[in-house]
């Protein structure tokens, strides 16, 4: 299949603080992949280096066959400033802004796009809303809009269940299964029952990355692992493992 982005040794931090440590990973399409890992492990790092907003200190990355580094990206939302004086409808379609020439105008197939991703996650009602009027599960639904309305080749989300009720939840799986249809998938998430439900490959984060080639990790692969992580497992493994791995 496709690969559509290769990371190859790579060390990356901040300053004189290394987390990442020699990072390999391949994103192919259609691959959904879940990533966990402890808190401080290194997994918004991860995707700060693939979004380009930390170079690497060591080792590469390619983007192999991605168009003008074509990701979408939904951020935590308690990152983000909801004060700023902006509407529903504009954040958006600020979604397209690294797409338009400087001061571009947005056409009326972008607007009908804006509306249609609104009403498919039901906030079509809050377009001309502020941000900072919103409840934290109605802005999660405007910055997924934001990070899909670009058709991306790559959708990173970082941690998208925080603030969703458990009815939207299903919604927003629903809604991925089917972007994943034509786009990859980079899902973080602390819960570990959501990702394994739902992703199809996983990686562990904690300084260095552990790869599984499936949605299902068992007790011999936790052993690869050296973060302690409570891992709800489906299928006929045995449920719930609480080990150091
Ligand atoms: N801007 C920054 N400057 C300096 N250190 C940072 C910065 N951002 C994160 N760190 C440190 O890097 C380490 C990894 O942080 P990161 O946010 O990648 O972890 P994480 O796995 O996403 O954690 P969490 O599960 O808590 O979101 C942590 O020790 C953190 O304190």
Partial sequence: MTKLLELKSVYAGYDNKIVL??????????????????NGGGKTTLLKVILGLIKPIEGSI????????????????????QKFPISVREVVLSGLMSHKKLFGRYQSEDKKKAKELMEQMGILHLKNKNIGELSGGQLQRVFLCRAIISNPQILILDEPDT???????MELYGVLDKLNEHMAIILVSHDIGTISSHVKTIACVNG????????????????????????????DVPHRVLKKH
């Fill in 208 to 235: 260095s990355l552990c790869y599984h080639d499936s949605n299902i990790i068992n007790q011999e692969q936790l052993k690869t692992y050296n973060c302690p992580i409570d891992l709800i497992t489906h299928g």
């Fill in 21 to 38: 440590k020699n990072v390999d990973l391949v994103v192919k399409k259609n691959d959904f992949l879940g990533i966990i890992g402890p």
């Fill in 163 to 169: 603030y969703v009720d458990s009815h939207f939840e």
């Fill in 62 to 81: 390619d983007f192999n066959n991605i168009d003008d580094n074509l990701i979408g990206y939904l951020p935590q939302i308690n990152t983000i400033d």
